[in-house]
Every structure is written in structure tokens, then in C-alpha cells.
């Protein structure tokens, strides 16, 4: 029998990130990849935009090619569910039955969609957006006479807004807050995305809720908060996800919003590491605990949870980064900041290109951007080099804010 190697739970954007890290960081032992989706490893971003507007197939959202793991010789098993850690014994229980050694064990379960408990929730042409299968059920729901009911309106409820319009149906988006994209947003950005969607058609009911979805076998209406009902011929409920932490609490590793994991991606038991979104990790940089929902930490912690598991000593510490879009809208958020205690504005907002930089202590605390991805990159860059920028300066479309990293 060969020795034990590294097993992946979670065939996710992390844990394809991590498996094909570590043949590329020369890890030459054997590679377990364990995913309960049919699918090899793929990214999720395109599922609300390009995919779900059918520019580009679902097959254009994997990370590499089908058949690139073969080439690496990492053992992929899809529609395999590991269903418990045998932390003792160092093996992972499958569905199916039988069990998989491993030496180092990598948990990069990610998230499932928070289910809305509401009457008709089970009805025909209501869906969930987290995988290929939930994204082609949507676009096949978008065709000729469509009227979609968008339940939150949060990123992935106004992706899916964006792109149903595009396609010509009519959509009403029911946010339960008084503002879009909740704690994300400050509430002046985050009402000029209302003016972008309100200005492409779409009926937006803040400060509203579901009461319930209506209909035979498949939906026909939504009942909103105040008594109305509204048509639908579809509904998408976006409101969040909830880490898959079931199998890492069970096997009494520490859970609090995440499994939680060291700067080096280790769990409470030093033969288990964690990455993606289902990580409640340090962030040196902003000094406190945190669990991001991001393409990018996806595929960063999981390229340094791998590195880690080879013994690479490097903490995992960035600055969050995210990003939207929304018709021709690109919206950009860099670091998660709290309580700071100035907004300065560059551009124009009439312009439809914009940034906002929020400052505390002299320093950009975060910042986020319409249609500017360039000002976000070196915002970015003068946090990290934690630079005391003038205001006045960052304002003035005229200074170069690369020429503030200079200074
Ligand atoms: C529609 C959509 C649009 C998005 N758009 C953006 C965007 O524009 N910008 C951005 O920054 N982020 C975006 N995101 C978020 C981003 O895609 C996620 O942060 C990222 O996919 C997280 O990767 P992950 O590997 O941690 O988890 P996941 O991608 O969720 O992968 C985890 C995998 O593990 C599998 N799994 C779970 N439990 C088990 C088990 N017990 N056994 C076997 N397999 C298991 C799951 O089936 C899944 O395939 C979007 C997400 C969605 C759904």
C-alpha cells in the first residue's frame, strides 16, 4: 500500500487552487481531490454574469481544462461526498462507502446557500445560484416574457438582476433593508447602484420581504410585505451563504463563523488545514479575525494553504479584494473598512467613473471604485505600503496615484 498522501475536500476553486499548488511547489506524494459536484474545479464569478447571460459556457468557467489533473497525477473524485474525519486514524469516510488515508488533510468545503424558509419556497422556477447546474436552471427560466422576482439585493441577487434585464425580462428585486448590498456599501454608493438598476428598468422595493412565493406546482406570483403580490415566473433568492463547516465541528475541530485557522491555514489539529471560504482566518493587516466570501481568497489561501502543508513558513496576509458587475457597471472593493472617519471622492459620478477613498488616521482604510479598476489597484498598493495620503491630492484626478506611492 502506498504511503498516505495529501487529501482535498472540496474540489472548489480553493481546494484546485491548493491540489494543483502543490505538484507546482514539487510535492511529488499522492494527491486526493474528493468533490461532491460532478464537475472538475471551477470558479463561481461567471455563473451570475457571463455564463447566466450566455455569452460563454459553463465549461469556461473551470480552472484548467478537463483532464489537467490526470496530467498532474491528482486523483480527482467528483460526486464523491466526504461525509467524516477520523482524526485518530487519519482517514476521511466517503459517501458511497470506503475511506481515504492522508498524512495532511486540506478542508476547502466553501459555502452552501442560506435556504429562505418561506411558504412556496419549493415551487418550480424557484432557484438558488451557487453552482453550473443552479446557473443553467435560471437562464433557461429567462426566455420570452420572463418575469423574474429577485429575493435580496445583494451581489449575487443584482448580478442576476442585471443580467435577466439584459435579456429582456421584467425583474423586481425585494430588498428587506432600506439599502442595497447591506454592510458592503456605504449608503451613498450603494444608492447610486439603485439609480443604476432603477435606471435600466428594474423595480426595486427596498426596506420590503417575501412573504411568500404563490403558485400551483410552479411559481406565478410573490406576496411582499404590505399585502401585494407581484407575477412571477421565476424567483431567485440570494441572501448569503452559510460555511460548510459541519464535517470540521464534528470532527471537533475549532468553529466559530468558519473553521478557524491560523496565518499558516492550520486548524486546531496540526495535520488539518483549511482554506476558502469556509475559513474564519487572521488578516495581519487589518488586526482582526475575519471570513471572506471572494474569488480571490479562494484561490490565494488555497495556493498558501498548500505551501503550508509543504512547510512554507509565509502567513497568508492580504488585503481584501472584490469585485461586481453589473451591466457595463464594474465595481471594485478593496480592504473591509469600519470605522473611518472621511470619504473623499475622485471623479465624477455623473461620469460613471468614480472611486471612493475612505480614510481613518491619515491612511486609505479601503476604498471602492465604478468603472476605475486602475485607481483600485494602486489603492491597494498605498495601503499595504500604509502611506499617509493628503486628501486633497487623492481628490484631484490630475495626481497620478502612483506618484503618491512615491512620495
Ligand atoms: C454566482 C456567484 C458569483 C460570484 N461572483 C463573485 C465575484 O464577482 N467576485 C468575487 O470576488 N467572488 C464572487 N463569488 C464568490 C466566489 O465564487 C467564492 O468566494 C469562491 O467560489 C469560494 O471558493 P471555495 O473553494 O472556498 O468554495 P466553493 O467554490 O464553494 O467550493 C467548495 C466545494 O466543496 C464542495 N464540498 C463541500 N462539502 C463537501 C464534502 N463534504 N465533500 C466533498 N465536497 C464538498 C462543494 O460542493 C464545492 O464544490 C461568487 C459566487 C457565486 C456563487
Redesign the pocket.
Known amino acids: 500500500m502506498s504511503d498516505p498522501g495529501i487529501v482535498v475536500?472540496?474540489?472548489?476553486?480553493?481546494?484546485?487552487w491548493a491540489a494543483r499548488t502543490l505538484r507546482d511547489e514539487g510535492f511529488e506524494g499522492g494527491i486526493v481531490v474528493?468533490?461532491?459536484?460532478p464537475y472538475p474545479p471551477y470558479?463561481?464569478?461567471p455563473?451570475?454574469?457571463e455564463v447566466l447571460l450566455g455569452k460563454e459556457p459553463a465549461e469556461s468557467s473551470y480552472l484548467w481544462p478537463e483532464g489537467s489533473f490526470d496530467e498532474l497525477g491528482i486523483e480527482l473524485r467528483t460526486g464523491?461526498?466526504?461525509?467524516a474525519i477520523e482524526r485518530a486514524g487519519k482517514t476521511v469516510a466517503l459517501s458511497g462507502g470506503g475511506t481515504v488515508a492522508y498524512d495532511k488533510l486540506l478542508i476547502?468545503?466553501?459555502?452552501r446557500v442560506r435556504k429562505l424558509p418561506i411558504e412556496g419556497e419549493e415551487l418550480e422556477g424557484v432557484h438558488y445560484?451557487?453552482?453550473i447546474d443552479d446557473?443553467a436552471a435560471i437562464r433557461a427560466d429567462l426566455g420570452e416574457g420572463a418575469q423574474l422576482v429577485v429575493i435580496g439585493g445583494g451581489?449575487?441577487g443584482l448580478?442576476v438582476a442585471a443580467a435577466a434585464r439584459m435579456l429582456g425580462a421584467d425583474v423586481v428585486v425585494v430588498e428587506a433593508l432600506e439599502q442595497l448590498c447591506g454592510r458592503a456599501l456605504t449608503s451613498d454608493l450603494a444608492a447610486y447602484l439603485l439609480d443604476v438598476h432603477r435606471g435600466r428598468g428594474v423595480d426595486i422595493r427596498l426596506g420590503t420581504t417575501v412573504e411568500a412565493l404563490t403558485g400551483e406546482s410552479r411559481v406565478s406570483g410573490a406576496r411582499l410585505s404590505g399585502g401585494k403580490t407581484v407575477p412571477a415566473t421565476a424567483a431567485v433568492i440570494g441572501i448569503g451563504i452559510v460555511p460548510?463547516v459541519e464535517?470540521a465541528k464534528a470532527a471537533g475541530l475549532e468553529v466559530d463563523n468558519g473553521i478557524k485557522v491560523d496565518a499558516l491555514c492550520r486548524t486546531s489539529d496540526p495535520n488539518i488545514f483549511a482554506?476558502?471560504?469556509?475559513t474564519n482566518h487572521p488578516n495581519g493587516l487589518l488586526g482582526r479575525n475575519i471570513r471572506?466570501?471572494?474569488?480571490?481568497?479562494?484561490q490565494n489561501q488555497?495556493i498558501a494553504a498548500a505551501k503550508a502543508m509543504l512547510g512554507g513558513e509565509s502567513p497568508y496576509c492580504e488585503i481584501p479584494w472584490?469585485?461586481?458587475?453589473q451591466y457595463d457597471v464594474n465595481i471594485q472593493l478593496v480592504g473591509l473598512p469600519t470605522d473611518f472617519e472621511e470619504t473623499v471622492t475622485r471623479g465624477d459620478r455623473a461620469d460613471g467613473s468614480f472611486v471612493e477613498f475612505y480614510m481613518k488616521g491619515g491612511r486609505i482604510d479601503g476604498a471602492a471604485a465604478i468603472n476605475n479598476p486602475r485607481d483600485i489597484r494602486f489603492a491597494k498598493r498605498l495601503m499595504q505600503a500604509e502611506k499617509i495620503v493628503d486628501p486633497a491630492a487623492l481628490a484631484d484626478p490630475s495626481v497620478k496615484l502612483q506618484a503618491l506611492l512615491r512620495g
Open positions: 475536500i472540496g474540489a472548489g476553486q480553493a481546494g484546485g474528493i468533490g461532491e459536484e470558479e463561481r464569478p455563473l451570475s454574469k464523491v461526498e466526504a461525509t476547502a468545503t466553501g459555502g445560484l451557487r453552482g446557473s451581489w449575487i448580478e460548510n464535517l482554506a476558502g471560504d469556509v471572506l466570501e471572494s474569488w480571490e481568497n479562494a488555497g472584490f469585485w461586481s458587475d
